[in-house]
């Protein structure tokens, strides 16, 4: 079986990738380099013992596109993680976010349409739901205006999923709403490799905590949660990586309800921003240099998700602990630093 994925290099993307590997699947990665770089190949290769197949292709070109599904008709599936994720700079230059995550979207799934295996699996975000009404958040909460193009992009991606699946019922979809992925892989071969300063809090403590970064600013903690600073659902991204490959499953062998559909990927657990950085402290063994700093606009109160319809339709859990995924994040850095 040979799957597609796209931004294959990238954080989550690469995960996948070797946990696809070692399901048995061949893969083929298309990626631009515009958020990773090909030693990831490299890290791949030593985790699997395989090296995929590498297509550096910018999906933005749609002849380039529908060349490479020429030349790759026999695709069992396409799991699509290619785009761009910083909310700040979707809002500096949103129409470089519409045209990168929505046009290449359209792009893939015209081409995928002419395959005879339809098979897609999207990347779309818990940034769907806002800020919710209730907690934890199932599939069924309302999803709320987005706050930012990028947010955006993943409501309209999810839009033209539905709308694609309506009049094509040879199209099977799954939205993964991934709460907040975080971590690396265990053996330290491929991580996170976040460009300039991280505008997310883990590679945040991380850079901390080997001199990279003076020190941590907790954004707030005045919101109404136990401590005061804000609740999010971390998710270890070799779990999320496993999500992946048991949607996948699902298309091909024909098990989904209907041809579109969306699950949450979190641990269903939500822990404050207090309790990564206790987190991080217990596993390092290091005191985390941080200080209490004003709200960060656009920040919601709590996000963790229900994740019982991906645990029975998928059988799938998040299996590692927050600690975990600190530990791994940590010696990610640490190994990232002294190459
Ligand atoms: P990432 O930036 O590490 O990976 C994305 C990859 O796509 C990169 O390797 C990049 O070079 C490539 N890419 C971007 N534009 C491309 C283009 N036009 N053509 C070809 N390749 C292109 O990001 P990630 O954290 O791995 O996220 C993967 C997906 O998951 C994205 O769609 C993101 O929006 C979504 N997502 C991420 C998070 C998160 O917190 N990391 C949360 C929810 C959803
Ligand atoms: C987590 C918590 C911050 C940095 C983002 C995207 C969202 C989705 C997931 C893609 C918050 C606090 C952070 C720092 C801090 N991605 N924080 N100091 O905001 O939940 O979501 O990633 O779809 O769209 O917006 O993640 O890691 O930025 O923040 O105190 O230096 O850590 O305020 O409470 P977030 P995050």
């Not at 294959?8 to 070692?22: A, F, K, P, R, W």
């Not at 290769?45 to 529908?66: A, H, N, S």
């Not at 094509?168 to 490799?193: M, Q």
Request: hydrophobic share 35%; proline share 3%; aromatic share 10%.
């Amino acid at each position: 079986m040979k799957v597609l994925v796209t931004g294959g290099l990238g954080y989550i993307g690469s995960h996948t990738v070797v946990e696809l590997q070692l399901a048995g699947y061949d893969v083929v990665i298309i990626d631009n380099l515009s958020n990773s770089t090909t030693k990831v190949l490299e890290g791949i290769t030593k985790i699997t013992g395989v090296t995929p197949e590498f297509q550096e292709l910018d999906l933005r070109c749609k002849d380039k596109v529908q060349y490479f599904f020429e030349q790759h008709q026999g695709l069992d599936g396409v799991v699509h993680f290619a785009a761009s994720k910083a909310v700040g700079e979707s809002v500096e230059n949103p129409l470089f976010y519409y045209e990168n995550n929505v046009a290449t979207l359209i792009y893939v799934l015209q081409e995928l349409q002419k395959l005879k295996q339809q098979n897609f699996i999207f990347s779309s975000s818990c940034t769907v739901y806002g800020e919710a009404d209730k907690h934890p958040i199932d599939e069924n909460s309302a999803i709320k205006p987005a706050q930012s193009p990028y947010g955006n992009t993943k409501q309209i991606g999810e839009e033209i999923l539905k709308d694609s699946c309506k009049i094509n019922s040879n199209l099977k979809t799954i939205a993964l709403r991934y709460f907040n992925p975080i971590g690396a892989h265990d053996s330290s071969n491929i991580g996170e490799l976040p460009i300039g300063i991280p505008q997310n809090l883990v590679p945040y403590i991380t850079q901390t905590a080997i001199g990279q970064r003076e020190q941590l600013s907790v954004f707030g903690d005045d919101y109404p949660t136990e401590d005061g600073t804000c609740v999010r659902d971390y998710i270890h991204v070799v779990d999320v990586a496993k999500a992946h490959v048991v949607a996948l499953e699902r298309l091909i062998n024909n098990e989904q309800d209907s041809n579109f559909d969306v699950f949450n990927i979190g641990t269903g657990k939500g822990s404050s921003v207090l309790e990564v950085i206790y987190s991080f402290e217990r596993v390092s063994g290091q005191k985390l240099n941080y200080k209490i700093a004003h709200r960060r606009k656009g920040d919601v109160v709590a996000a963790f998700a229900d994740t019982s319809k991906a645990n029975s339709k998928l059988g799938w859990k998040a299996k590692y602990t927050l600690d975990d995924a600190m530990s791994d994040a940590w010696k990610w850095e640490q190994k990232l630093r002294t190459k």
